[in-house]
């Protein structure tokens, strides 16, 4: 096998295991140091042009590569969770505030956000070096916690 397509299904794999980093298996979260917390702020904003704020606080040590804050929301209405941003995480040990924002795309599957009630998940996931390749390890998880979306 040539180097080219073993890298190309290595690279397809990280990429599979990052989108899915919010719905980390329960073991993971079993794993991570009770000292690595994440948590979400009760209250998101949602702009007239649809973009969403969500936020929080964090905490993480010992990441040998890169980390981030990735966080979800939904609405019972729909079911559809919309990925919002991804915040450069420093695990230092130390607590940290961070802020997510995106645009959830919306089609013919998933009707547009609403002010009102809406769930949140974030994680911490670090890109950890593992013979060369960035596979992802958690830190922290929080599932689905109860929002109120405001208008902003």
Not at 51 to 62: E, I, K, M, Q
């Amino acid at each position: 096998m040539s180097l080219r397509p073993a890298l190309a299904t290595a690279a397809g794999a990280v990429l599979l295991l990052l989108v899915a980093a919010p719905s980390a298996p329960a073991d993971s979260a079993a794993a991570a140091d009770p000292k690595e917390t994440v948590t979400i702020d009760g209250t998101g904003r949602i702009a007239s042009d649809g973009t969403v704020t969500l936020s929080g606080t964090y905490r993480c040590a010992d990441a040998s590569g890169p980390a981030f804050v990735s966080s979800t929301i939904g609405q019972q209405a729909s079911g559809v969770r919309h990925g919002i941003g991804g915040t450069l995480a420093v695990c230092d040990g130390k607590k940290h505030s961070w802020q997510n924002m995106g645009r959830p795309q919306t089609g013919t599957a998933s009707a547009p956000l609403e002010a009102g009630k809406a769930y949140v998940e974030a994680t911490i996931v670090e890109l950890h070096p593992v013979g060369g390749l960035p596979l992802p390890r958690f830190h922290a998880v929080q599932d689905k916690q109860d929002i109120t979306l405001t208008k902003s």
